[in-house]
Each structure stands twice: as C-alpha cells, then as structure tokens.
C-alpha cells in the first residue's frame, strides 16, 4: 500500500464519517468517502481507472440505500471522474437502475459531472490478439467502495471501479450489478465488494452476505463463509466490507492484501492492508 493510497484512505474516511456525525444520511457519506477515492487516482477508479484492451478507460459504479431498497448504478461509462455521483443520479432522477455504454455517458454528460480526458481506441486490434491478451498472469486490482450506517440506522452501501487489468472491451464485471458486487437492506446489512468480479457475480456474493446477516450471522462469520466458498468452488479472488444494522462490521479478504480502513470518529482513522 502506498502513502498516497493510505492517506487518500484516511480522507475518505474522515470525509464520509463527517457527514454521518453531522447527522447527515448514509448514502451521502458513500459517495462522498468513494468519490474522493475516485478523484485521488491511487486505485482503480476514477482518475486511476485501468484502461480496457482497446485503451479506452469504461468504469462500472453502483450505489444503493437500505431504507427504501434504492439503488442506482452505471456500467461501461467513459470520461467522468465521479461514476458513483453517475450511479446515484441514476437512482434518484430515473426508474432504472442501471445504464451502460455510450447512453450512460451521454446521461453522465447531461448532469455536467466533471470530466476526465477523453481516450482514444487503438486501431487495428484483431479479436484474436485481444483474446490472446485476456490469458496473462499476475492481475492487479483496486476496486474502491463504502458503506455506512447513519444516525437514523439506515445502511448504504457502494462500489466504483475500472474493471480488472487485461479486460475486453465491454467487459463489465460485478460492481454495478446489484446483489453483486454491492447490497444494502436496513434489515441486513450493507456489503460493498472488491476482487476479480467474475467470481463474485458467480455466487452473488453480496446479496448472499446480506441473507446471513438477516439469518443472525455475525458480519465476520458471514463474510468469511461466503469467501471460503468463493475459494473452494470456483478458485475466486475478493474482498469485501460489511456493515450490520447493529454497528457491527467486517473488513475480509481472501487475496494477499487489501488495503482499507474503519473509523468511529476517535483518535486517527485505522488504515492497513491486511485483514484476519
């Protein structure tokens, strides 16, 4: 984990928990605490997103509020530094809750969210050199994401990412699929997930972490079940954050590091890359 990494981590958090000790709602906090991530360029998010195969950066957001069940989300939207205000806007200035493509960025562009410079496609790509590309070894990741539990006991929950390295053009991984990569029921819990999103969208890691805290589970004992499955059936790669109605949360991991944090609002917010 990098210094820069670790201090844009303890912003996010002093950032997203301001607004909850002021009282104010979850949802907001989530995407405050995400957009700074996005804004920062340490992760993959944002100003930091990898660029797909054809090298053109498509991001993937999604956010979603316990309350009421409300979740907004984007999915291959290029040129915008903030895709989680993107997926928020979906949510509470449509009936949908998911754009993709070209129409996402085209609604991004209509509510004049910041820009990121445009990127170009590389010409001349054969299907096979791309496909060719996809089989290497050693990917990185970064998904950033947040949740949060407000003073009127409402969880919301949220992800923004740029995919995974060596990616197809178009290809759109578990962050902006709801129950997926993210999921908040204020009589559950909220889970914002991270990792090779093939696999998490496989057994809907985060729609199944919700029904074990609904069932009593502890957001330890939940997240680590759900992960261990993830490992044994299908050989996955994640992390994720969960949060209980109660208070009660859950930083787990079953990749060598991931870097993340907690704060109450005492002392220094608690940064560090591994997780037991």
């Not at 700074?36 to 956010?63: C, T």
């Not at 129950?179 to 969208?201: K, P």
Request: with cysteine; net charge positive.
């Amino acid at each position: 984990m990098t210094s820069q990494q670790v201090q844009s981590l303890k912003l996010a958090l002093e950032a997203g928990y301001g607004i909850l000790q002021r009282g104010g709602p979850s949802l907001a906090a989530v995407e405050c605490a995400i957009g700074i991530l996005e804004e920062g360029g340490a992760f993959n998010a944002g100003r930091g997103a990898y660029r797909q195969l054809d090298g053109v950066r498509r991001m993937d957001a999604s956010i979603m509020e316990g309350k009421g069940l409300r979740a907004g989300a984007v999915a291959s939207v290029e040129g915008v530094v903030h895709p989680i205000t993107a997926a928020r806007l979906v949510m509470e200035k449509t009936d949908h809750v998911l754009l993709v493509g070209p129409s996402a960025t085209k609604f991004a562009r209509h509510f004049k969210l910041q820009r990121l410079p445009p990127t170009q496609a590389r010409q001349g790509l054969s299907y096979d050199r791309l496909l060719a590309r996809t089989s290497m070894t050693g990917e990185r990741h970064g998904t950033v994401g947040a949740v949060a539990l407000d003073q009127a006991g409402t969880v919301s929950a949220g992800a923004s990412t740029g995919g995974i390295e060596r990616m197809l053009p178009g290809r759109v991984g578990d962050t902006p699929l709801i129950g997926c990569g993210v999921y908040a029921d204020d009589r559950a819990g909220g889970v914002s997930m991270t990792g090779v999103g093939e696999g998490i969208i496989r057994l809907a890691v985060a729609g199944i972490v919700c029904e074990r805290l609904a069932e009593g589970k502890s957001p330890a004992a939940a997240a680590r079940r759900i992960l261990n499955q993830l490992v044994s059936r299908i050989q996955g790669v994640a992390g994720m954050l969960v949060v209980a109605p109660d208070g009660r949360f859950a930083i787990a991991h079953v990749t060598p590091r991931m870097a993340a944090g907690w704060w109450r609002g005492t002392g220094s917010p608690i940064v560090k890359d591994r997780w037991t």
